[in-house]
């Protein structure tokens, strides 16, 4: 189930280590905030990811169930609010849920997948894409 508030973090796909150096590690952080997920019976999904600072995008889409023994997956897209630093905004984002681990001690849910810039804005072309991870909050 992906209701829930989750801690969202995505990362630049550089190909470069960071060689312990923590600038270098943090400067691939591409973007940070607080995805706020509900999820319908019938896999709808619906919610806000909120950047702080009144940048805030509505979320919609669904779950993907998955063949075999994958995990499971969803695809949502979050568009920019009108009169707000987000007007015109699009971001799409794929991604699935980690595996639980049987005897995994203190694991906490996470998600992973890839986000891609869908429209651009000031000036950041679209197409860009990042990856991202996501920590269950509460």
């Known amino acids: 189930?992906?209701?829930?508030?989750?801690?969202?973090?995505s990362f630049l796909n550089?190909?470069?280590l960071v060689a312990g150096?923590?600038?270098?590690?943090?400067?691939?952080i591409f973007?940070?905030?607080?995805?706020?997920?509900?999820q319908?019976?019938?896999?709808?999904?619906?919610?806000?990811?909120?950047?702080?600072?009144g940048y805030v995008?509505?979320?919609?889409?669904?779950?993907?169930?998955?063949?075999?023994?994958?995990?499971?997956?969803?695809?949502?897209?979050?568009k920019g609010r009108d009169g707000t630093p987000t007007e015109g905004w699009q971001?799409?984002?794929?991604?699935a849920e980690n595996h639980a681990w049987p005897d995994g001690v203190d694991q906490v849910p996470t998600l992973v997948g890839t986000v891609i810039r869908s429209k651009p804005h000031g000036g950041a072309p679209a197409g860009y894409s990042a990856s991202f991870i996501c920590v269950l909050g509460n």
Do not use: C
């Not at 189930?1 to 973090?9: E, F, K, S």
């Not at 319908?40 to 600072?53: N, V, W």
């Not at 995008?57 to 979050?78: C, I, K, N, R, T």
């Open 91 to 95: 971001y799409d984002y794929r991604g």
């Open 1 to 9: 189930m992906l209701t829930g508030d989750w801690i969202y973090r």
């Open 40 to 53: 319908g019976a019938s896999g709808y999904l619906s919610g806000t990811f909120d950047m702080g600072g």
């Open 21 to 28: 150096d923590p600038q270098a590690a943090l400067a691939l």
């Open 31 to 38: 973007g940070e905030g607080v995805m706020q997920i509900n």
């Open 57 to 78: 995008l509505d979320l919609v889409g669904s779950s993907l169930a998955h063949a075999g023994s994958g995990p499971p997956g969803f695809e949502v897209s979050g």
């Open 14 to 16: 550089d190909k470069k």
